[in-house]
């Protein structure tokens, strides 16, 4: 379904439903081109936002509660704005997490209707929850706070929903690209002072493209928060906040106080730091092939030391050397989902071609293929006329 279908899609089922017509919200899903678990460790990401997105039409309703459709998962659901109210569906918790996260913090958050849907592939690593979560942080702000909350809040109001009512101890960065997000341009954040960045990013001769494995890829059952806890127990081990702070010299110094496994994903975490800078400079100097050299390191990295890879995304990385592709590796949380690609235009075709085909050959399916193409993060779509 194109974006343009789905709006469609939302207002008539809001009118079918509720009647009359609603301000329609949309936020995207994200790549990142590299600084991969790095955030919840106070280090560098580089992501930004696609063409992707999760889009509701919201209205107030005047009643203390919120009452929601989701067009994608054919489910309707009522929950009330108190802490005793959260819903048992796990896709409204997105929503509600939302509402108490802005409470939380003193910001008003008012009965509302609402459809949503989305074409941000789930489980495919592009986090279509931060698109959920921003899409509605988003609306509130505008429908219920004069937004005046600020978007970096925003993006922490979605992150604290992950935390706290989804199970996932997830860093800032899913969250930060889906509300910064900016169409053409790649983002550098800092994760630990927030400071970022934008990068124009229009190459002429290379573009990205997602190989979709469609293993799928559920960050809540995943080994996710224990990849996090192993960061935090080396990290405690030096004294430090974050690891951020640690170079290998560090880390090898209490090599033998800590676990093989807790010094691998250590190692991983403090050789990406490194890699994300490198890249910027490389991206400054228009050098896309040491771009790419940063991001197969990057693959070995998250499959070997970090352990986030499965047989079918290594397979892809392999397949995208072996035909010349100038970078590829694994993106997002890992364990399943889409690897993403940097190639020259003219290999495009083929790639995508050889690709499809010789996974399917191993696999038996066939991978989905995303051109990416970066755009707004979170905004308004449409203003409802006012009644
Ligand atoms: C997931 C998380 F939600 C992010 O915070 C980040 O840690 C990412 O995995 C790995 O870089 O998308």
Redesign the pocket.
Known sequence: MTTEEMQKRIEKEFADRFGGEANVYASAGRI?LI??????NGGF?FPGAIDKVIMAAIRPNGMEKVRVFSIDIDEYVEFGLGEADAPKESWARYIFGICREIQKRGGDVKGFDTVFAGNVPLGA?L?SS?ALESCYAFALNDLFNGNKIDKFELAKIG?ST?HNYCG?N?????QFASVFGRKGHLMRLDCRSLEHEYFPFNPEDYSLVLVDSRVKHE?KDSP?NKRRESCERVAKKLGIETLRDADMDDLNRIKSDITAEDYLRAKYVIGEKERVLAVCDALNAGDYETVGKKMYETHEGLSKDYEVSCVELDFLNDVAKELGVTGSRIM???FGGCTINLLRNDLHDKFVKEVTARFNEKYGHEPMIYDVVISDGARLVKEAPKA
């Open positions: 990142n600084g991969e678990h790095t955030d919840y990401v690593g986090s931060a992150q992950e996932v997830c860093g800032i960065m899913d960050l996710y997002g949380g890992g």
